[in-house]
């Protein structure tokens, strides 16, 4: 099991940032929003190395674009591949929200390199721990780098052996 920690509990020097907690540190539509962007402000005001990977743009970047397409699809009753198709202008005003949330990270993070070592150790992962693929490539490159600490609203990380796990949840 993982160690469980809250926003308020001590801190490592290097926490990786998952995606999940971008996404809610992002969204101020997120419930736990506040909480995430009040300790995203915590781990910079004590100079906590935050890391990232390209997986961590990826899905955000993902969720975020995909958000804007099922808005728009449900305004519209259509299907959101749809809506990505006909209506590129939904697409393009999403993409300046990527945009803004990826200048964010760059700013405020260090971007972690993907190994091969961290890719074959996601399926290892994957089948020890039972977590999808997108879990584990994030925790892959985490370990891959020597961080054990992470930062996410993703409770079936807490399964994990050997992390510690700063959440909200």
């Given at each position: 099991m993982a160690?469980?920690?809250?926003?308020?509990?001590?801190?490592?020097?290097?926490?990786?940032?998952?995606?999940?907690?971008?996404?809610?540190?992002?969204s101020v539509h997120d419930p736990s929003h506040h909480e995430c962007a009040a300790f995203f402000d915590r781990l910079q005001m004590e100079e906590v190395i935050c890391v990232v990977s390209d997986f961590t743009y990826n899905e955000v970047a993902f969720y975020t674009l995909k958000q804007a397409l099922?808005?728009?699809a449900r305004r519209t009753g259509q299907r959101w591949e749809e809506v990505m198709r006909t209506?590129?202008?939904?697409?393009?005003?999403?993409?300046?929200e990527v945009e803004r949330i990826k200048t964010e990270l760059d700013q405020r993070t260090i971007a972690l390199s993907i190994t091969e070592t961290a890719r074959e150790l996601a399926f290892t992962l994957m089948r020890r721990y039972n977590l999808l693929p997108t879990q584990t490539?994030?925790?892959?490159?985490e370990l891959d780098a020597g961080v054990n600490a992470f930062v996410s609203l993703d409770e079936d990380l807490l399964n994990v052996d050997g992390i510690i796990v700063h959440t909200c949840l």
């Open positions: 160690e469980r920690r809250n926003f308020h509990d001590t801190l490592e020097p290097i926490v990786y940032l998952n995606s999940s907690f971008v996404i809610a540190q992002c099922i808005r728009e209506s590129p202008y939904v697409f393009q005003a999403a993409i300046n490539y994030n925790l892959d490159v």
